[in-house]
């Protein structure tokens, strides 16, 4: 069963810096694109930065600059590090698997990010 | 940027009915349109991918359609548990992760 779990959440002060990770299992973690994907509360999704297979990394110039996405092939595992960070960046980040052509087709369950004072 | 727009932003609807959501590009992507259901608290659901193409274990009374800048989801019997948002996503600029439509909320009449 593929299981996608973020953790690293939490309440961060503006400018200050925070990391998530996403720990995955079930599946050939090396051979799929990832991805986060973040949702403020009421509002709808945003991508915020993938990997690709090879290391190749992109993000929204939103978050350009700020985030870096990475990923540990040998532990299963899935990182944003989340520098700089603002009230706007407050939402819950999803880790998400992208299947070639079909979109993301299994997602964790999301940790929450607070920026507040 | 390519932006998605979906139509309506909510509505209210009963179980049994037929219902259409649409969903707009601002440039054509060709297929590369994938529809989610979300319901609250939850993470997105994958439900149709290349426009048209039923994930696996979703019923088969979600149908999708469409190509270019027009686009459909279609959910031929309304049931109880699908009253939720739905989001199509373009991935026609992937490995930019694409954009999400604002999403349609089906609630209950």
């Known amino acids: 069963e593929v299981q996608l779990v973020e953790s690293g959440g939490g309440l961060v002060q503006p400018g200050g810096s925070l990391r998530l990770s996403c720990a995955a299992s079930?599946?050939?973690?090396?051979?799929?694109?990832m991805h986060w994907v973040r949702q403020a509360t009421g509002k709808g999704l945003e991508w915020v930065s993938a990997?690709?297979?090879?290391?190749?990394?992109y993000y929204p110039g939103s978050v350009k600059g700020r985030f870096t996405i990475s990923r540990e092939n040998a532990k299963n595992s899935l990182y944003l590090q989340m520098n700089s960070l603002r009230a706007g960046d407050t939402a819950v980040y999803y880790c998400?698997?992208?299947?070639?052509?079909?979109?993301?087709?299994?997602w964790g369950q999301g940790t929450l990010v607070t920026v507040s004072s | 940027a390519i932006r998605m727009t979906q139509s309506p932003s909510s509505f209210s609807a009963s179980t049994g009915d037929r219902v259409t959501i649409t969903c707009r590009a601002s440039?054509?992507?060709?297929?590369?349109l994938a529809w989610y259901q979300q319901k609250p608290g939850k993470a997105p659901k994958l439900l149709i991918y290349?426009?048209?193409t039923l994930q696996s274990g979703v019923p088969s009374r979600f149908s999708g359609s469409g190509s270019g800048t027009d686009f459909t989801l279609t959910i031929s019997c309304l049931q109880s548990e699908d009253f939720a948002t739905y989001y199509c996503?373009?991935?026609?600029?992937?490995?930019?992760?694409?954009?999400f439509g604002q999403g349609t909320k089906v609630e209950i009449k």
């Open positions: 998400a698997r992208w299947s070639t052509e079909a979109g993301f087709d299994y």
């Open positions: 996503q373009q991935y026609y600029s992937y490995p930019w992760g694409g954009t």
């Open positions: 440039q054509g992507i060709s297929s590369y």
């Open positions: 079930g599946f050939t973690f090396s051979s799929y694109d």
């Open positions: 290349a426009a048209s």
């Open positions: 990997i690709g297979t090879a290391g190749d990394t």
